[in-house]
């Protein structure tokens, strides 16, 4: 089991920006961050590979990076011109393979005022 520790929540404004961070104890083929606001199930926000590539939510497309540093065991979300809509729990993910639901970090909190 992999074990993933998420930081770099919390509260800004909207049109801010923030970075969030995942430490992850063995990095898997796909690493992802998804979310869950309030009432709604945990979607995809966006996902890379070991071989660099990149899949993004549409509504994040522009907005959002993702990046991985496999030497560091990290995979950081870069989030820029945040909105309201972008508020919740954002977790790690770290996946074997596509068939795969992967391993689960303890999610870290974004509140995105407007």
């Known amino acids: 089991q992999v074990q993933l520790v998420e930081s770099g929540g919390g509260l800004v404004q909207a049109g801010g920006s923030l970075r969030l961070s995942c430490a992850a104890s063995?990095?898997?083929?796909?690493m992802g961050w998804y979310r869950q606001a309030p009432g709604k199930p945990r979607e995809l926000v966006a996902s890379?590979?070991?071989?660099?590539?990149?899949n993004y939510a549409d509504s994040v497309k522009g907005r959002f990076t993702i990046s991985r540093d496999n030497a560091k065991n990290a995979v950081d979300l870069q989030m820029s011109s945040l909105k309201p809509e972008d508020t919740g729990i954002y977790y790690c993910?770290?996946?074997?393979?596509?068939?795969?639901?992967?391993?689960w970090g303890q999610g870290t909190q974004v509140t995105v005022s407007s």
């Open positions: 063995i990095m898997r083929f796909i």
């Open positions: 993910n770290a996946r074997a393979s596509l068939k795969s639901t992967g391993d």
């Open positions: 890379i590979t070991n071989g660099g590539a990149t």
